[in-house]
Every structure is written in structure tokens, then in C-alpha cells.
């Protein structure tokens, strides 16, 4: 469900410049770079597919902690955002399913992510992060750390990596067909909405100095945590 809550600010360009860097060293790293040229190898290519999972299962989780945390929904404004929020959580319960069924296409058993996960600790201090932004900041802080700093560089990298996959067929025990395929292109068609939805909701939760702060924190933070988990990724599967 869509969200029309856009209200004008006069920070809006300077936040973007700010968090801009953070994005591009998501998107652009090295990881989605080898992805979408069919380079990454298949250790590596394992190595994020598994220790990601945590972070995509828990995802609805955290979503589910920052609709707690709404103040009212008896407002227009509380309204839409709860509704957003409920239905962005159905979604992202499938989208577990969907990543499951990407692994096993490329060889990861299914029953492996189906038991307990215990990524590197710098994969999973981005799941510490949210569980504590989430459990314990506010609402603009939870949602600017989850819907707006993941969402944002996740559906710009699946769009970049989402041609990349075809070169894979020839790759011993892997299957690229729509079913493996559907997390990639779920997340390349319409998660480029999501993060300007989050966004419109944190412009209308932002009332003073100190929030918008705060959610340029959150968003920043986020970031960070992510890139380092790529940057992990990527060297301890090399």
C-alpha cells in the first residue's frame, strides 16, 4: 500500500548530500560489482547468501518493533503510516521465502538456512543495530534505520546485479529461472517506492532539530553497518 504524506521541508537536500556517500559505498561495492558481471565466485556468492539470512528473516521483526512504537493512529497521518507498515510486513514474511528459494538455486541447501545462522560478527552487527534502534529508539529513529537506510541501497543494487544473473546458468549446480529469480527482481521492480514512502513518513515525524538529527544518524549508522558487512563478506569468502 502506497503512502501520500509528503510534506516540504527545507533539509531534505542536505540530508540526501549527507547520507549520499554512505549509499553510493553500498551500491557500488566491490560484492555487487563482481554479482552483476557473473565475476563473484561461488564462495563468495554462498558466503552472503547465508549470513544475510538473519537480517532478511528478522526484517518484518524489526518493521513489527517500529509500529509499536507509533504514537496514534487516530490521525490521518497515523493512519497511513500504519497501514504502510502492516503491509509492508506481509511482504517482507514472503520475501524470506523468496531468498530461500535464490539460495537454493545457487547451491546453498535449503536446510541450511532452515537451522541456526551465526554470521561473522561484522555480518551481524547490523542486525544488533536494528534490534537495538528498533527495541529502543524512537519511531523516526527505527524506521529511518530499517525502511529507509536498507530498502533505499537494497533495491538500487538488485536492479544493477539483476541482468548479472543470467551469466550464472553455465555454472555447475546452479539454477537461474523465475523462481530463483524472484527476490532479485521483487526488490529491482518496486522497492525503489519503499524507501521514498519510509522517507515521506520521516518528514512527517520530524519535528524538531533534535529528530531530524537523529534520523540522519539512524540512517547514517545503518549504512555504515551495512557496507562493513559487505566489506566482510567479501574478504572472509575470498
Known sequence: MGVRVTKTTEWVDEFMARIAPYERRIVQHQYFQEMASGALSMKRFHGGLINFYPLIKSFPTYMALTLSKLSSADTAFGMKARQWL???????RRHAGWWKDWAAGFGVPRDLLEGEICPPPEMDAINNFLWRTCTRGSFVEAISATNFAIEGPTGQWARYVQKGMTKYKTVKGVKVNDRTMKWIRAHADYDDQHPQEAFDIIKCSIDTADDRKKAE??????????ALALDSCYELFG
Open 86 to 92: 502492516l503491509g509492508n510486513i506481509r511482504v517482507e
Open 217 to 226: 544518524k539512524a540512517v547514517i549508522r545503518s549504512m555504515e553497518y551495512y
